[in-house]
């Protein structure tokens, strides 16, 4: 069955960095765009970033500039480098995979297959 695994949270000081990565098995990876979305404490699940099997790309307002979103088709893997963090990127962070997209690739319940989390902690 379908399986993605996200490694790398920790915690960071403000303008620090860290790298997530996000291992897939069980699917067709390349053929799949993947994101990443994020949920703090007490809020909705939000869009951090998303890459099109073709390797399009797009970013939330309030990570681009920051954030970079990359794949490696060959090694299975989605991988989102963090920069220049703020306290308020401190949330659980997802890696998801869709198939194909009806309405926006923003959306979460556009998603097929969704990793565990993993936590991100910025401290001020």
């Known amino acids: 069955q379908a399986q993605l695994a996200e490694f790398g949270g920790g915690s960071v000081q403000a303008g620090g960095s860290l790298r997530l990565s996000c291992t897939a098995s069980?699917?067709?990876?390349?053929?799949?765009?993947m994101a990443w979305f994020r949920q703090g404490v007490g809020k909705d699940r939000e869009f951090v970033s998303v890459i099109s099997w073709s390797e399009n790309t797009d970013y939330a307002d309030a990570v681009k500039g920051r954030f970079t979103i990359s794949r490696d088709n060959a090694k299975n893997t989605v991988y989102l480098e963090m920069t220049l963090l703020k306290p308020e990127d401190t949330a659980v962070y997802y890696c998801?995979?869709?198939?194909?997209?009806?309405?926006?690739?923003?959306?979460?319940?556009?998603?097929?297959?969704w990793g565990q989390g993993a936590q991100v902690t910025v401290s001020s």
């Open positions: 998801a995979a869709a198939r194909t997209f009806m309405k926006t690739a923003r959306a979460p319940d556009e998603y097929d297959y």
């Open positions: 069980g699917f067709t990876f390349s053929s799949f765009a």
